[in-house]
């Protein structure tokens, strides 16, 4: 079945910084590809998301790239603030799939 | 006016018990979700209701069991609950397949 692999499993950076986290997923019919933000205790929110007929996608100082070749898609966040705090997850599913497969969070904290 | 509404947001309960969660969403989406996120944070997807029918039922045992009244809400009941089965429980919706999900804020159950 689909797999979705994400990486670090935790990220700290200094506020400022940027951060930058990876996923990899498996079905190559995949074309939907959102994140999520997770704060302590909320639900998972979705923040950005990008199709497999765009490589790149940018919301003021979040972006997400897809290399739909390597089947790996990333998240940046550039000038990170101690807001950006969270568990952050990205996901995949295909064609007329209503499933999103999740990756396993990267934990971010960004030092004030 | 909440998106995607659970109750109860908390559920504390014995071993044994049955116990039921409810799922409201008032954005007019045609398909709603079950997942699950335990311990380490993995969100697993357990069920999905498209237009009141089952359209996703996971490797979930028996035991769980969704019913979908109409396109608005989805309920999950949980029979002869188990130490395993705490965890937080999140209902989402999306208008269709391919598309972001709204989470509601999470039932955290816990089997003592």
């Known amino acids: 079945g689909e797999n979705v692999e994400q990486h670090p499993s935790t990220l700290s950076v200094q506020e400022g910084d940027s951060a930058v986290i990876k996923c990899t997923y498996s079905?190559?019919?995949?074309?939907?590809f959102p994140w999520y933000k997770q704060e302590l205790g909320k639900r998972p929110q979705l923040i950005i998301d990008?199709?497999?007929?765009?490589g790149e996608k940018k919301d003021q100082r979040i972006a997400v790239t897809l290399n739909k070749t390597a089947k790996h898609f990333s998240l940046h966040i550039t000038e990170t603030q101690p807001e950006d705090s969270a568990v952050y997850f990205c996901?995949?599913?295909?064609?007329?799939?209503?499933?999103?497969?999740f990756g396993s969070g990267t934990r971010l904290l960004v030092r004030p | 006016d909440t998106a995607v509404s659970q109750t109860p947001k908390y559920l504390v309960t014995q071993m044994g018990n049955d116990k039921s969660i409810k799922c409201e969403q008032n954005?007019?989406?045609?398909?709603m979700y079950w997942y699950k996120q335990d311990s380490k944070k993995f969100l697993k997807i357990m069920f999905s209701?498209?237009?009141?029918?089952?359209?996703i039922n996971e490797t979930v045992p028996n035991r769980f069991s969704p019913k979908s009244p109409d396109k608005a809400h989805l309920n999950l009941h949980i029979n002869s609950l188990e130490l395993g089965d705490s965890a937080v429980y999140f209902c989402?919706?999306?208008?269709?397949?391919?598309?972001?999900?709204?989470f509601g804020s999470g039932t955290r159950l816990t089997v003592v």
């Open positions: 989402a919706s999306s208008p269709g397949p391919a598309g972001g999900y709204t």
């Open positions: 079905d190559s019919a995949s074309n939907y």
């Open positions: 990008i199709r497999s007929n765009v």
């Open positions: 996901a995949a599913s295909k064609g007329s799939s209503y499933k999103l497969i």
């Open positions: 954005l007019g989406h045609d398909t």
């Open positions: 209701y498209n237009n009141k029918e089952l359209i």
